[in-house]
């Protein structure tokens, strides 16, 4: 792997706080090894300025190597950049050339409002798992053995496939319309596919789908960009499955 | 949206079949065929039931839209500096508010040329005359045809020096016996020939209906309007059965296929009949 | 007789966590919201505890530094969790893994703990399925199982190369649902500064609301800390960025012993380091090591070509390769246990055989050539084809290891842009997990009464070396079927006590020091970032109290981190604001906390005269370069006091582990 070296220039958004109106800004960055991640570009540019006693960019990032779905980033366009398959962490710096300019915002969305520069608050996720995304199960470990109820092979592993859902919010971001329904149509295939899920099937896709809505995600038209830029690979089918779930709860409600 | 959008696609289809009869059967008999078939669209308990659904459908497709695509655009009060949408999703799945903006303009004033003439316009529309060589004198006579397959003379409805006209319409299609006040029969109203004129063709008679001297401009206009339907159900036909869940690897190729298809092919067909027309002037 | 008292119960090991339940005080339904809990972390163990807690209705007060509870880095764990399900039907069963895992963990683990994890593994299996958790299953819809390093059964359940993940979220769908339901208040970035005590009881924290950067005071009537390890002390590891020790190590300070903190597991089959600029070390799956074999040349010059690009591995002879672990450990090969491993890929790196042209020279080479001929031909004659021509045979063989590692491989290519179906991967070890933590009683308590650790934060399980799938197993065991009762016996002293004031002189001191100290770092203006000595120290760590050490190697240690630590309160410089989102500060406050870490754990290294498991004396080995445990003098773990910022001044008190159960002998895998 030879190592080769370049010259970037990033246009970066930076902003104060969630109160503050932010603006896109210009660095100069030399000497970046295409082996760098763009996370570690990132840090070379943050010791940059801190050496030059500017203050760093914030951005979110924890596991680095995909998983953890903390990071973010719209690069040149793109949720997690050019890249596909993968979360920005995870997006190497051989992916540019010498001397290209690289636009970098934070996800924007009105349910994730910017907490500073790069930075968003992603809680309206959390409180859409908090209104149904669980098996209501106490936590005795008395349940019945895990082996009773046999699960179809292929209903286990879409289930899995739904569930790698990381939870990052590049589908919310690169939707045109803000959509959140990938990440709640994936949680709600997960459960709906799986016998242990369905007792509350309908219960749990009526209330997390009033939450997404309250949360002030846009609405799903189809265009297919979610699944595009999922790191995760996750299937439009799961949203299919969603709106599935939904008409036949909506129309068999008895509350 | 999904289900005003999958009926409306079935009207497209209804619709089609209809106007088709302009190009296939051709002379009195198409003329006929056509007028006998509006007729029947406008009076049939059922059909009128159906147009009322379309009528709906298309609101309700309008204004859904519409409020979805303002939502939409409240979940991101900030755009994004540099965006590169083409990378992850098709031109048309982008551009649907826009695109179905531009339909609902087209059908307003579709409507206003025909529909509203055909049904509510103060202005007569024209009735079906047919002209037939009598066979004695050779003379050319014109006659009205009514739904009983009666022909009455036109020559009827104008008086002649101090005779005053025998007969005259009333309700815009009822044939009188002015003297005796008796309906005679009902003419068919000609929207043959106010489409024919309309594209271009060259069918008035005392002037009416007028011949369409911007004729070219209309074709354009409903060839451009074909294209922008092509690109509306290229996204949006398969996307009404993802919305609907119906989403299943073993079908998902087949409904993109046939979604395609039919994208292409329905607004073709449409737009064919005005080119055919105004070629055939 | 030692003033620690681990708390085991009497009776046979089978009976006696059953016999303690019974025994346990319990909190009647209509007291428990009147009791405050607050669970520190969110991970495996933080997440189920906090779930349980809460759904026992107690008031429960979760933290986590991440911007959600299920980022939390219990999610990267790949391969699977271990439980004596015995579903394969291969004589599996709980005195097994319990023996395993004893053994697994060079017989530096307490019996009873272990015992107990293995005893309620079924369980978290149970629980998991019952919530959703989609794991890997067989087409007549049972479960699936898979075989993992240093171990004779198959007992492993796994999601794909996600296991962590699923099971994370399985958690975090729990505790979801108590948010939901108001049982459990969820602070999300927030970070705990410091433990509070009262009496000589914790009653609660301080924490850094890291968006607003306002200090906050929560009290309770008990403090559980699932915080993880502290494999970030080596700046780089296979931990999350935002792993750290602050939270264990506050309450270290306050009165918790630390113990064994020289246990720390180096990963075998990691990426190697590429540049200055990394800043984390990527994973990859043990499992790859059932399929993959590893070598370096036989040849120094071989490698030399190689490092400097002349030579490609795909051209080094069949006779020229050196398949070190095949060649050392015939019984075991390339499945030998970990620390094992690692250490035999550090052996032929440092004797000059290291193939990657990195500034240490550090890898080692994991070949799939052989696997991908074989299961091709497997795949050809199953076929029909028993005459598969060469290129049908790697064919069909890539296709079976794609399926099969198809992610891992993927994610191998975009890292290093090395394609390895063709040549073989690079990979060298990494730090990924630290057995040691704070010390904990039966109960999972402290020595700080009502601060109780779970999870891979305390010490309990896994002894000296920790079995891969076990750190979930551990994490599950803790937080759901063992906290909750424990807890609550602890509690039930409490219900009179009424809700805890966060106006006492107790929390004023605690802030004021907090506050201080974030002053201090804001005003020092020094001239070097928070990373620079974060990796100052990590290099010494890594260095000399890394994979092998040594007496000399381990007191240059204590003496260099010394002057480090002074060096970083003079002249680290730490931009920004107090009352802002300051990842920087975030960053300083935990590094100061390492820097105090690292010392500690290069002086266990220093009296633990032995190897054992992943801690290597080289002083202490057999001729053939194994570990050479001392059984007669180092049978305890080490439980560390705090006695001020002077590491020499820690006091080391002796848990004897008494081995009833077992026959202690040396481990041998060859």
């Known amino acids: ?255 | 949206m999904a289900l005003t959008g999958l009926f409306l696609c079935l009207f497209l289809v209804g619709h089609l079949l209809g106007n088709l009869q302009l190009i296939f059967i051709t002379g009195e008999e198409g003329k006929r065929a056509f007028n006998e078939y509006a007729y029947f669209m406008t009076h049939n308990p059922f059909v009128k039931v159906l147009s009322y659904v379309t009528y709906l459908s298309i609101l309700f497709h309008a204004i859904d839209g519409f409020l979805l695509t303002i939502k939409n655009k409240k979940a991101r009060p900030v755009p994004y500096a540099y965006n590169n949408p083409g990378a992850n999703s098709s031109t048309p799945s982008r551009y649907m508010a826009l695109l179905g903006s531009l339909i609902l303009i087209f059908i307003v004033t579709h409507m206003a040329n025909f529909w509203w003439k055909m049904k509510f316009s103060s202005d007569p529309m024209p009735l079906h005359q047919v002209v037939v060589a009598n066979p004695q004198s050779g003379a050319e006579e014109t006659f009205y045809i009514t739904h009983t397959g009666d022909y009455v003379p036109t020559s009827a409805f104008v008086g002649e020096g101090e005779m005053p006209a025998a007969m005259e319409v009333r309700n815009g299609t009822e044939f009188y016996l002015k003297e005796v006040n008796l309906k005679r029969g009902e003419g068919y109203k000609d929207l043959h020939s106010v489409v024919l004129s309309f594209f271009g063709q060259d069918k008035t008679k005392d002037g009416v209906p007028e011949k369409n001297e911007m004729a070219l401009f209309a074709v354009l206009f409903y060839v451009i309007a074909m294209m922008v339907l092509a690109f509306h159900l290229w996204h949006g036909f398969a996307s009404a059965f993802q919305s609907l869940g119906l989403n299943h690897k073993a079908y998902n190729k087949m409904i993109k296929m046939a979604g395609q298809t039919f994208a292409i092919i329905v607004p073709a067909l449409f737009a064919i009949i005005p080119i055919l027309l105004f070629m055939n002037k | 007789m030692s003033i620690l008292d681990s708390k085991i119960p009497e009776g046979p090991i089978a009976e006696k966590w059953t016999n303690h339940k019974n025994r346990l005080k319990l909190v009647a339904p209509n007291n428990r919201p009147k009791i405050d809990v607050i669970v520190v972390g969110t991970g495996l163990a933080g997440a189920s505890a906090a779930a349980s807690l809460g759904e026992m209705g107690y008031n429960v007060k979760a933290f986590c530094f991440q911007d959600s509870p299920r980022r939390a880095h219990s999610i990267a764990a790949q391969g699977g969790i271990n439980a004596a399900k015995n579903y394969q039907n291969d004589g599996d069963s709980i005195y097994r893994l319990f023996y395993d895992t004893i053994k697994g963990g060079d017989y530096r683990a307490r019996e009873a703990n272990v015992y107990r994890l293995a005893e309620v593994s079924g369980n978290i299996i149970d629980q998991c399925v019952a919530q959703g958790v989609p794991f890997a299953r067989e087409y007549g819809g049972m479960l699936d199982n898979r075989s993992f390093g240093g171990v004779q059964v198959q007992r492993t359940f796994y999601a794909a190369g996600q296991t962590g993940q699923q099971l994370l979220l399985g958690a975090y769908s729990a505790l979801s649902r108590q948010i939901g339901l108001g049982r459990v208040q969820m602070l999300n970035r927030h970070e705990m500064l410091d433990l509070v005590l009262v009496d000589g009881k914790a009653r609660g924290i301080i924490a850094r609301n890291l968006v607003n950067g306002e200090i906050e005071r929560h009290s309770a009537h008990a403090v559980v800390l699932a915080s993880g390890g502290y494999g970030n002390v080596y700046f780089l590891s296979t931990n999350a960025m935002g792993s750290n020790v602050t939270a264990a190590w506050k309450a270290h300070k306050k009165g918790a012993y630390f113990a064994n903190p020289c246990y720390v597991q180096i990963h075998p089959t990691c990426i190697p380091v590429h540049g200055t600029n990394q800043s984390k070390l990527t994973l990859m799956s043990e499992s790859l090591r059932n399929s993959g074999r590893i070598w370096v040349p036989k040849k120094k010059e071989d490698a030399e070509a190689i490092r400097a690009g002349q030579l490609k591995p795909t051209q080094i002879a069949e006779e020229d390769r050196d398949y070190y672990l095949e060649r050392r450990y015939p019984a075991f090969g390339n499945l030998v246990p970990r620390d094992v491993a690692s250490r035999a890929a550090k052996e032929r790196c440092d004797a000059g055989f290291g193939i990657e042209a990195n500034d240490t020279n550090e890898g080692v080479y994991l070949d799939f050539a052989s696997e991908i001929k074989a299961k091709g031909k497997q795949a050809a004659f199953a076929q029909g084809d028993h005459d598969p021509s060469e290129e049908k045979t790697i064919e069909l063989g890539k296709k079976w290891v794609e399926e099969k590692y198809g992610n891992l491989f993927q994610m191998y290519e975009k890292i290093t842009d090395e394609n390895p179906y063709e040549t073989p991967m690079k990979i060298y070890p990494a730090v990924h997990y630290t057995m040691g933590g704070l010390w904990v009683d039966y109960n999972l308590q402290s020595t700080i009464p009502g601060c109780f650790v779970a999870g891979e934060a305390n010490f309990s399980d896994h002894g000296a070396n920790r079995l891969g799938a076990s750190a979930l197993m551990q994490g599950l065991a803790d937080g759901y079927f063992v906290i909750p009762y424990t807890v609550s016996n602890y509690l039930a002293d409490e219900i009179r006590t009424g809700k805890i004031p966060t106006d006492s002189p107790e929390f004023d001191e605690a802030e004021k020091k907090v506050k201080d100290l974030i002053q201090k770092f804001l005003t020092n203006n020094g001239s070097k970032s928070v990373d620079h000595f974060h990796k100052k120290l990590g290099l010494i760590m890594w260095n000399k109290v890394g994979m092998a050490r040594s007496e000399q190697g381990l007191n240059e240690a204590i003496q260099e981190i010394s002057a480090l630590r002074d060096e970083f309160y003079k002249d680290v410089y730490v931009p920004g604001n107090a009352d802002e989102l300051n990842p920087e500060l975030e960053k300083a406050l935990r590094v100061a906390d390492f820097l105090e870490l690292g010392q500690l754990m290069a002086r266990d290294a220093l009296q633990r005269k032995e190897s054992c498991g992943g801690h290597f004396r080289e002083e202490y080995q057999d001729a053939e370069g194994e570990t050479l445990r001392d059984d007669e003098n180092f049978k305890f773990a080490a439980a560390w006091e705090y006695k001020g910022m002077d590491i020499n001044q820690s006091e080391l008190h002796k848990e004897d582990l008494k081995y009833e159960y077992i026959k202690i002998a040396a481990r041998n895998y060859k």
Not at chain 1, 80 to 104: A, N, S
Not at chain 1, 155 to 178: L, P
Not at chain 1, 184 to 193: H, I
């Open chain 1, 1 to 255: 792997m030879a190592s080769k070296f370049i010259n970037i220039t990033l246009k970066i958004w930076r902003q104060k706080n969630s109160q503050a109106k932010g603006s896109m800004e210009t660095y100069k960055l030399d000497h970046v090894s295409t082996d760098s991640s763009f996370l570690e570009m990132l840090d070379q540019l943050n010791e940059q300025l801190i050496n030059e006693r500017k203050e760093p960019i914030a951005f979110d990032h924890d596991c680095r190597e995909g998983i953890c779905g903390m990071c973010s980033l719209y690069i040149n366009g793109r949720a997690h950049g050019p890249d596909t398959g993968i979360t920005t962490c995870q997006l190497h710096m051989r992916m540019f050339k010498d001397g290209d300019t690289i636009y970098v915002e934070p996800w924007r969305s009105a349910a994730f409002p910017v907490i500073k520069d790069l930075v968003v608050d992603r809680s309206a996720f959390d409180r859409i798992q908090q209104a149904g995304g669980f098996v209501s199960v106490n936590t005795s470990g008395r349940t019945i053995d895990a082996n009773s109820i046999p699960v179809p092979k292929t209903d286990a592993d879409k289930a899995f496939e739904a569930a790698a859902c990381i939870g990052c919010g590049a589908c919310v971001a690169t939707c045109k319309n803000g959509s959140a329904m990938l990440f709640v149509g994936a949680k709600v295939s997960q459960y709906a596919l799986l016998p242990q899920g369905k007792v509350e099937a309908k219960n749990r896709v009526l209330n997390m789908v009033r939450q997404m809505d309250e949360e002030g995600f846009g609405n799903c038209t189809n265009t297919g960009a979610c699944e595009i830029e999922c790191p995760k690979g996750i299937s439009l089918e799961n949203i299919a499955r969603m709106n599935r779930e939904f008409l036949t709860a909506a129309l068999s409600n008895e509350d």
